[in-house]
């Protein structure tokens, strides 16, 4: 399995209270770029700290990795980037729906963030 083809991942955004906060995403890959958004699951508020934290600090960590049992089979890749959040981002979406059927039938309205790599590590057994 490539990355690219995870189901998910786990972003990591540092807020003003200089504590760490890691949620897993959906998100679409594509050469330099990744791109996630605020969809329709259930939330709390539509305020995410993840969105307060990049606005603060656009420096972000993303790990895509695999699980098995069969440990010659483990991978991760860790991506650092600059994050920037933005009401809508066509390709972004574009991307996300053709990996995902689930936002086909229910477009994630957003906001996307949109991240920049800058740095990727790999590790494989």
């Not at 990591?12 to 959906?26: E, L, N, Y």
Request: some cysteine; glycine content about 4%.
């Amino acid at each position: 399995m490539r990355p690219e083809d995870a189901r998910v991942a786990r972003l990591a955004t540092v807020g003003s209270d200089g504590h760490p906060h890691v949620v897993p995403i959906c998100f679409a890959l594509e050469r330099e770029t990744l791109y996630t958004a605020v969809d329709e699951k259930p939330k709390s508020t539509r305020r995410l700290r993840r969105l307060a934290n990049i606005e603060f600090n656009p420096n972000v960590e993303i790990v895509i990795d695999h699980w098995d049992e069969d440990w010659s089979q483990l991978w991760w890749v860790r991506l650092a980037g600059d994050a920037q959040v933005v009401e809508h981002d066509p390709r972004g979406l574009e991307l996300l729906q053709a990996k995902y059927p689930q936002y086909r039938d229910r477009r994630p309205t957003g906001p996307f963030i949109v991240v920049t790599i800058r740095q990727r590590s790999e590790w494989r057994a």
